[in-house]
C-alpha cells in the first residue's frame, strides 16, 4: 500500500514562498506518476502540478505556472512543490497523490492520497 506524507504547509504573507514536501513509501520499485492538487472550502479539489511516471513531463496548471516549481527525488521517493509569489487564491488544503499511471493532473487520475497539508495567505 503506497502511504503519502505531506509537510511545510503553514501562515504565509501574499508574495511569501512555502515549500510542501511529500514523502513516499511503499512504491517497491515501481515508477509512480505523482501530484499536487488543493482544495480550497467550497471549491473542488484541483490540480496544481504534477509529474509523469518518466519524470520527462511536469505539467503546472495556469493558475500556478512560472510561480510553482514541483521536484522529484526518486533515490529518497519524495516530491517537493516550492511556491512563490503566494497570491490571496492560492489557500487551500494541498495534497500530495500518486499513480501508477496518471494520465492527466486531475483527482479522478490518481489512486493513492496523503492527508494534506494547509496552506494560508494573509496579511
Known amino acids: 500500500q503506497v502511504q503519502l506524507v505531506e509537510s511545510g504547509g503553514g501562515l504565509v504573507q501574499p508574495g511569501g514562498s512555502l515549500k510542501l514536501s511529500c514523502a513516499a513509501s511503499?512504491?517497491?520499485?515501481?515508477?509512480?506518476?505523482l501530484g499536487w492538487f488543493r482544495q480550497a472550502p467550497g471549491k473542488q479539489r484541483e490540480g496544481v502540478s504534477c509529474?509523469?511516471?518518466?519524470?520527462?513531463?511536469?505539467w503546472y496548471s495556469d493558475s500556478v505556472k512560472g510561480r510553482f516549481t514541483l521536484s522529484r527525488d526518486s533515490v529518497q521517493n519524495t516530491v517537493t512543490l516550492q511556491m512563490n509569489s503566494l497570491r490571496p487564491e492560492d489557500p487551500g488544503v494541498y495534497y500530495c497523490?500518486?499513480?501508477?499511471?496518471?494520465?492527466?493532473?486531475?483527482?479522478?487520475?490518481?489512486?493513492?492520497w496523503g492527508q494534506g497539508t494547509q496552506v494560508t495567505v494573509s496579511s
Open positions: 497523490a500518486a499513480d501508477k499511471v496518471g494520465l492527466a493532473c486531475v483527482p479522478r487520475e490518481y489512486a493513492h
Open positions: 511503499q512504491f517497491n520499485k515501481d515508477y509512480y506518476a
Open positions: 509529474i509523469s511516471t518518466d519524470d520527462l513531463i511536469t
